[in-house]
């Protein structure tokens, strides 16, 4: 297939100007090409270029619901436990009394967001998210206040979801003003 080619521009104030003529003996975009009866400002029009339809794949099926995150935290009371000084259920009752688990949920109704396990002297506990490791921190330093354990005990944070009681590390004073 032998075509000719006329490159034609359309200047601003809409004269045509021929630029370039040549011959293509093989044609690879034929929607370039326009027949020579079609008068020249037409031919000046810009050929588009061909557009890419992409359909996009959507799944077909039923939807099916994710579950729900669950966070899980580890309350160790360990040391203090094993000195007598703190009774893990009396801890795990006043935990279920206490927490909330949505805004605006009344305290005690934990329903199925929230579980709460004892496994002797750890309190595990697992919810579905969001729910904050520092409102567990908080209900435990509140409780370490109600038993008056405030004053011996911190809440250290272990790891990403372990909170463990451990004692202050208190020097004895007296001890080193007796030495000099």
């Known amino acids: 297939v032998v075509v000719k080619v006329v490159i034609l521009i359309v200047n601003e104030d809409l004269s045509v100007t021929e630029v370039a003529v040549g011959i293509v003996l093989r ?20 050929a588009a270029a061909p557009q890419k339809t992409t359909k996009k794949k959507t799944k077909k099926g039923p939807r099916r619901h994710k579950k729900p995150k669950t966070v899980r935290f580890v309350i160790n009371c360990n040391d203090p436990v094993d000195d007598g000084i703190m009774d893990v259920s009396s801890f795990e ?17 934990l329903g199925d967001s929230v579980r709460i396990n004892r496994e002797k002297t750890r309190i595990i506990i ?10 567990i921190k908080y209900l435990t330093k509140k409780y370490l206040k109600k038993q008056q354990l405030r004053d011996w005990l ?8 372990t909170y463990e009681l451990r004692y202050f590390n208190i020097n004895d004073e007296g001890d080193d003003e007796g030495e000099e």
């Open 27 to 46: 044609v690879t975009q034929p929607h370039i090409i326009m027949s020579a009866s079609k008068p020249a400002v037409a031919a000046a029009k810009p």
């Open 93 to 109: 009752k006043y935990l279920h009394d206490r927490i909330k688990p949505q805004k605006g949920a009344k305290a005690g109704q």
């Open 126 to 135: 697992v919810a579905q998210a969001p729910f904050a490791k520092r409102y």
């Open 154 to 161: 911190r809440v250290v944070a272990v790891n990403k979801g």
